[in-house]
């Protein structure tokens, strides 16, 4: 049954593919974004720019990204300098973005690309997915982005402009056979790189998830959305997550330090100079260690409740190094240092 209604949906699209590349550019042309990475085809900066932007807009809105990409081509001009430099310093500049496994990541593509490649991105999806970090959306945005090719990268954007056209849920389109078959039918223009940059625009601040702007949209007379009563709940709403945890945190006697650890294993913090943390369920209740304060603290889809407990000490576990609250060179996350702020209260 899913396979024929599938086949169906896919002839439905067939008949409305022919003029949506030629209305969504001509839109894209007076209303895209003046955005930092958006180069000529010609640019030296191409790639770079691309490649950077790509790892940062992964799990993260534009308007975050910008300050962060100025930011980092100010440092790193271009993929050469950027494959140079060392991790830390990396990390240093994507403080605050958060996923700093997309740093570490972005970092080795640009050894590889500079040391093996000639400062190329290959050609083939199979290849540049065994690059650090990228996967089937990045893989195929930077093949279109970067040299012109006729592929799309589906992402949230794309597949609520295609199934609002076609009036589905995204769970009954097989975005990548609807993709396949009409692909002439898409991209009849030599502009494939805008094409697919247009349909992610359009997504973002037309037909955006809530309150999609239909009466200025260029496409509702092909949009079965637009034209039927009966609309279908295009958004979905993110599953949040809330977990407790209790932080652990040796202070030095009679010095403004923190002992800190590369070892620590919870996912969501990436291994970084983390005190002690334990999910509340297990949470040790040795006497020995004070109760500071509790807060509240949001990554991504993640509601974290955070009790901070403390004690002084010079003694401190093997795999832990004693840190300055004030003096720090080492890259911090974020969420660290809102720990650090706490402590820094009790001396």
């Known amino acids: 049954m899913y396979e024929i209604t599938a086949f169906i949906t896919i002839i439905l699209f067939m008949h409305i593919s022919s003029n949506l590349s030629k209305k969504i550019l001509a839109w894209y042309d007076n209303n895209k974004r003046s955005l930092p990475w958006r180069v000529g ?43 140079k430099s060392s991790e830390i310093k990396i990390l240093k500049l994507w403080e605050g973005l958060g996923y700093y496994r ?62 609002r056209i076609l009036n589905k849920n995204e769970n009954k389109i097989n975005f990548e056979k609807l993709v396949l078959i009409n692909k002439k039918r898409l991209f009849i223009t030599k502009r494939n790189s805008d094409f697919v940059e247009a349909m992610m625009e359009f997504g973002a601040l037309i037909c955006k998830p809530r309150e999609p702007e ?32 209790d932080v652990f945190c040796y202070l030095k006697k009679n010095k403004k330090e923190i002992a800190l650890t590369k070892k620590n294993t919870l996912g969501f913090l990436d291994k970084f100079n983390l005190p002690i943390i334990k999910e509340t369920s297990i949470r040790n209740k040795n006497k020995d260690w004070s109760f500071l304060c509790n ?43 809102k720990i650090f702020k706490q402590v820094s209260n009790l001396y």
């Open 41 to 83: 085809k010609n640019s030296s900066k191409r790639l770079y720019y691309r490649l950077l932007s790509e790892f940062m807009l992964q799990q993260t809105q534009v308007k975050t990204v910008i300050p962060y990409f100025k930011k980092f081509i100010t440092v790193f001009p271009n993929l050469k300098s950027l494959s």
């Open 214 to 245: 239909c009466f200025k949209c260029d496409i509702k007379n092909i949009c079965k959305y637009f034209k039927t009563k009966k609309k279908f709940n295009s958004y979905n709403k993110l599953k949040i997550i809330e977990k407790s945890y």
């Open 295 to 337: 807060y509240k603290n949001s990554i991504s889809n993640k509601r974290l409740n955070i009790n901070l407990y403390y004690k002084f000490s010079n003694k401190i576990p093997s795999s832990f190094n004693w840190y300055s609250l004030n003096k720090n060179k080492e890259f911090i996350p974020t969420f660290t240092k």
């Open 102 to 163: 997309r740093a570490k990541n972005l970092l080795i593509t640009s050894k590889i690309l500079v040391k093996k490649n000639n400062l190329k991105l290959p050609k083939k999806i199979h290849d540049i997915k065994k690059l650090p970090g990228i996967g089937d959306y990045t893989a195929n945005a930077l093949l279109a982005l970067v040299h012109d090719m006729p592929t799309i990268a589906i992402d949230g954007n794309v597949k609520r402009v295609f199934s």
